[in-house]
C-alpha cells in the first residue's frame, strides 16, 4: 500500500497536537474554527494510521510516527472481538411466519440458525423470506430449514479476526452480515454477529470516543 498523502487540513491538526497534546477534539476544533464533526473523519483516519494516538477523556496526542507510515498497520489492529454485536439466533424449527415477525422486531436483517445443539446450521436473509411469502404456500407450516442457506456454504468469522478479514467475506459474498463463531467439537457455537454498519461504526470509533 502507498504511504499516506496528508491533506492540509490532516497536517495542520498533526502540528497543533504535536504542540499542544494531549488535546480534545473539541479543542483542536475551536483552534481551526471548524466543528467537531468536520473534524472526525480526519481524526480518524490519522488515528487509524498511527499518527496520533487517543484517549477516552483525555484526547489526542501525537505518536511519533512518520508521515511515510501506512494504513495498513494500524487497521490490522482491529479485531472482531472489539467490535461484534451480540448475534440473533432461531433454532431451524422455527416456521417462516414466525422467522419473519422475529426479524422485525428484532429490526435485523439476517437470521442465524441452530440445530438442538446450538451449532449454526444455516443462515436466513430478508431475500430468503421474501420469496417464500411470495404465493400461496401456508407460511406457518414451514420451517426454515428448508429455505436458509446451509453449511459449509456460509461465510463466517472468529473473533480474532481483523476487521480487514470480516470486511472482505461481506464483500466478497455479498451479504449484510456474518455470523462470528468459535469452533466446538461437533459444530461450530455463534458468539456474535458482524455486519456492515458495524465495521463502518468501528472505523470511525476511535476519533468519536474521545
Do not use: W
Not at 487509524?48 to 489492529?77: C, E, H, Q, W
Not at 428448508?146 to 451479504?175: F, G
Request: hydrophobic share 40%; charged share 25%.
Amino acid at each position: 500500500m502507498s504511504p499516506i498523502e496528508l491533506n492540509k487540513r490532516q497536517e495542520d491538526i498533526l502540528q497543533i497536537v504535536k504542540e499542544n497534546g494531549p488535546i480534545t477534539g473539541e479543542h483542536i476544533a475551536e483552534r481551526l474554527n471548524l466543528t467537531r464533526a468536520t473534524l472526525r473523519p480526519d481524526l480518524a483516519i490519522l488515528t487509524m494510521a498511527g499518527f496520533l494516538d487517543a484517549r477516552p477523556r483525555v484526547g489526542y496526542f501525537y505518536s511519533g510516527k512518520k508521515t511515510s507510515v501506512t494504513m495498513t498497520d494500524s487497521i490490522n489492529n482491529l479485531k472482531v472481538k472489539d467490535f461484534h454485536s451480540g448475534p440473533v439466533v432461531v433454532p431451524e424449527t422455527m416456521t417462516v411466519y414466525d422467522a419473519i415477525c422475529f426479524m422485525f422486531s428484532e429490526d435485523v436483517g439476517t437470521l442465524f440458525v441452530v440445530d438442538k445443539n446450538e451449532f449454526l446450521t444455516g443462515v436466513l436473509s430478508r431475500k430468503d423470506l421474501l420469496r417464500t411469502s411470495i404465493g400461496t404456500q401456508d407460511l406457518n407450516k414451514i420451517p426454515v430449514h428448508i429455505i436458509m442457506t446451509r453449511m459449509p456454504n456460509i461465510s463466517y468469522c472468529e473473533r480474532s479476526d481483523s476487521l480487514i478479514v470480516a470486511a472482505n467475506k461481506l464483500i466478497e459474498r455479498e451479504v449484510d452480515s456474518l455470523p462470528v463463531i468459535e469452533p466446538q467439537e461437533g459444530g461450530l457455537t455463534i458468539v456474535g454477529r458482524l455486519t456492515k454498519t458495524t465495521i463502518t461504526r468501528a472505523f470511525l470509533s476511535l476519533a468519536q470516543n474521545v
